[in-house]
């Protein structure tokens, strides 16, 4: 938190009185190439025990080709201003917002989708002129069949490079949701999805083990509180 001392003054007196502002500043971005992590990050600290390098001494090309050795599990950018070389290295790529939710039942059951034969949480692109909230929404009922849905609040962003016609970064909004939806769901057949359902904490310890890095980063922000 940061502790301002600040004043009102009218023309016979002045009052003071001390605001607290508790400022969250992000001490690092986690950018997932498939499981492989680019971490960019104001810590000096490497607990991941991966490569190191200083933000300004490494080109993107050198770090997208790094990322691809099966060898390497992450790679860690040591930035001593995060914000500018965050928005630097965004520069290289173009990004492409998308929104998704994790959603609850009335038992704490978690949706998920099977698509391309692994585990996943839906979500999808924000179209043009649609709030991320509306996004997010509209894509977790066409994924799934359901309806009823609330949001809760904003959970995370996470970050996943692709290649597609250039480079792409794909800039997904999760939020929390819940529903009272209780009738048969339906999965998106046209999006190449074969099966969606709410999972219990024993069945998500089986799903996790297939599943994207990206999505256990949101299942343990769920779960962190």
């Given at each position: 938190g940061?502790?301002?001392?600040?004043?009102?003054?009218?023309?016979?007196?002045?009052?003071?009185?001390?605001v607290?502002?508790?400022?969250?500043?992000?001490?690092?971005?986690?950018?997932?190439?498939?499981?492989?992590?680019?971490?960019?990050?104001?810590?000096?600290?490497?607990?991941?025990?991966?490569?190191?390098?200083?933000?300004?001494?490494?080109?993107?090309?050198?770090?997208?080709?790094?990322?691809?050795?099966?060898?390497?599990?992450?790679?860690?950018?040591?930035?001593?201003?995060?914000?500018?070389?965050?928005?630097?290295?965004k520069?290289?790529?173009?990004?492409?917002?998308?929104?998704?939710?994790?959603?609850?039942?009335?038992?704490?059951?978690?949706?998920?989708?099977?698509?391309?034969?692994?585990?996943?949480?839906?979500?999808?692109?924000?179209?043009?002129?649609?709030?991320?909230?509306?996004?997010?929404?509209?894509?977790?009922?066409?994924?799934?069949?359901?309806?009823?849905?609330?949001?809760?609040?904003?959970?995370l962003t996470?970050?996943?490079?692709?290649?597609?016609?250039?480079?792409?970064?794909?800039?997904?909004?999760?939020?929390?949701?819940?529903?009272?939806?209780?009738?048969?769901?339906?999965?998106?057949?046209e999006e190449?999805?074969?099966?969606?359902?709410?999972?219990?904490?024993?069945?998500?310890?089986?799903?996790?083990?297939?599943?994207?890095?990206?999505?256990?980063?949101?299942?343990?922000?769920?779960?962190?509180?």
């Open positions: 940061l502790n301002l001392i600040a004043f009102i003054c009218n023309k016979s007196s002045a009052v003071f009185f001390e607290s502002l508790f400022i969250t500043i992000p001490q690092m971005y986690k950018v997932f190439i498939n499981d492989t992590q680019i971490i960019i990050t104001s810590s000096s600290k490497n607990e991941n025990n991966f490569l190191v390098y200083q933000f300004k001494e490494i080109s993107f090309n050198e770090i997208i080709q790094k990322t691809k050795s099966k060898t390497i599990f992450g790679i860690t950018l040591y930035s001593t201003d995060l914000e500018k070389d965050w928005t630097s290295f520069q290289n790529m173009k990004v492409i917002p998308a929104a998704g939710g994790l959603v609850l039942n009335s038992k704490k059951e978690i949706l998920f989708i099977y698509r391309n034969k692994v585990w996943d949480l839906p979500k999808g692109w924000v179209e043009k002129r649609e709030s991320i909230e509306n996004a997010a929404i509209r894509e977790v009922e066409e994924e799934c069949g359901i309806s009823n849905l609330e949001i809760v609040k904003k959970l996470t970050y996943h490079i692709y290649f597609h016609k250039g480079i792409k970064l794909k800039e997904t909004h999760w939020f929390l949701m819940t529903s009272d939806y209780d009738d048969k769901l339906k999965p998106q057949i190449g999805i074969t099966e969606v359902g709410f999972k219990n904490d024993v069945e998500i310890n089986q799903v996790l083990k297939n599943t994207y890095a990206n999505i256990k980063l949101v299942y343990d922000t769920y779960k962190g509180g």
